[in-house]
Each structure stands twice: as structure tokens, then as C-alpha cells.
Nanobody, 123 residues
Framework: QVQLVESGGGLVQAGGSLRLSCAASGRTFSSDAMGWFRQASGKEREFVAA????????YYADSVRGRFTISRDNAKNTVYLQMNSLKPEDTAVYYC????????????????WGQGTQVTVSS
């Protein structure tokens, strides 16, 4: 059974940093893109960042580019999201996703999902 388990969320003041981790089990994702999405209260889930299987290509939403960094460790079957200069508008539940593909409408889609971790940024 495939599982993605996120960790590292919490409460932080604006301008602070957090590092999210997502550990996968049940199968290896070393040949698949992985990424992060988030969903704020009352809003739709949105793409945050994605990383190719090798880590050589990275993609970011405009709202986080320059502040967030995605990385992965295939030996650990884990993907990370380093979040710096956090803003109150970054408050959301953050979800890890694996086996990402891009749809014909240029939207990232994940085959496997974690349960999410809450990130709250206070002003």
C-alpha cells in the first residue's frame, strides 16, 4: 500500500521559515515527478511546486517562486519543501503528491496523495 506522510508543518510568524518533508512508502518514486500543493480554507487546492525524477527540473507557482525551494532525496524516497519569507497568505494545508503529470490543460495532477500538514503564518 502506497503511503505519503507529510511532516514539518506548524505555526510561524510572518517572515519565518519552515521545512516540509514527505516520506513515501509502499513503492519507490525515483522515476516519477513529485510535488506539493496547498489548500487554504474556503479555496480550491492549488499547485505549489514540482520536481522531476532526477531533481534536475523544478517548477514553481508564481506566488512562491524565489521564496520556496523543492528538493528530493531518492535514496530516502522523500521530497522536501523549504519555505522562507513566509506570508500570512501562505497559510494552508500542504499536500505532498507523487507520480505527477501535466494535463492537456497545463495543470499538474498527482496519482498519489498524502493527508496534508497544516501551515499557519501569523502576521
Amino acid at each position: 500500500q502506497v503511503q505519503l506522510v507529510e511532516s514539518g508543518g506548524g505555526l510561524v510568524q510572518a517572515g519565518g521559515s519552515l521545512r516540509l518533508s514527505c516520506a513515501a512508502s509502499g513503492r519507490t518514486f525515483s522515476s516519477d515527478a513529485m510535488g506539493w500543493f496547498r489548500q487554504a480554507s474556503g479555496k480550491e487546492r492549488e499547485f505549489v511546486a514540482a520536481i522531476s525524477w532526477s531533481g534536475g527540473s523544478k517548477y514553481y507557482a508564481d506566488s512562491v517562486r524565489g521564496r520556496f525551494t523543492i528538493s528530493r532525496d531518492n535514496a530516502k524516497n522523500t521530497v522536501y519543501l523549504q519555505m522562507n519569507s513566509l506570508k500570512p497568505e501562505d497559510t494552508a494545508v500542504y499536500y505532498c503528491a507523487a507520480d505527477l503529470t501535466m494535463s492537456t490543460t497545463k495543470r499538474w495532477r498527482g496519482e498519489y496523495w498524502g493527508q496534508g500538514t497544516q501551515v499557519t503564518v501569523s502576521s
